[in-house]
Nanobody
Framework: QVQLVESGGGLVQPGGSLRLSCVAS????????QGWYRQAPGKQRELVGI???????NYTDSVKGRFTISRDNAKNTVYLQMNSLKPEDTAGYYC???????????WGQGTQVTVSS
């Protein structure tokens, strides 16, 4: 099994920045793809971006140029740097990992990001 723990959420003003962290533990070798999702109240969970094992990233259009996903393999940690935050970025943010062998998803417990003045 793989466990994912997010941190770094909070309240920030529009235009501000936050960095979320996702620490993986357990059977790390089973992790293939990792990503960040978000879910706003009353809306479906949506993909924010992904990062592959070799560090290739891809983002949903609404965050391109503002959000950056990176990883520190020595710390088993994936980061989501969020800049130029907008009120519409307000959501619960969830770390995700995909199992290399059976494509099963692993999820963290989520961390709340609120963008408001």
């Amino acid at each position: 099994q793989v466990q994912l723990v997010e941190s770094g959420g909070g309240l920030v003003q529009p235009g501000g920045s936050l960095r979320l962290s996702c620490v993986a533990s357990g059977f790390i070798f089973r992790i293939n793809l990792q990503g960040w999702y978000r879910q706003a109240p009353g809306k479906q969970r949506e993909l924010v971006g992904i990062i592959t094992k070799d560090g290739t990233t891809n983002y949903t259009d609404s965050v391109k140029g503002r959000f950056t996903i990176s990883r520190d393999n020595a710390k088993n940690t994936v980061y989501l740097q969020m800049n130029s935050l907008k009120p519409e970025d307000t959501a619960g943010y969830y770390c995700n990992a995909v199992d290399l062998y059976n494509q099963a998803p692993y999820w963290g417990q989520g961390t709340q990001v609120t963008v408001s003045s």
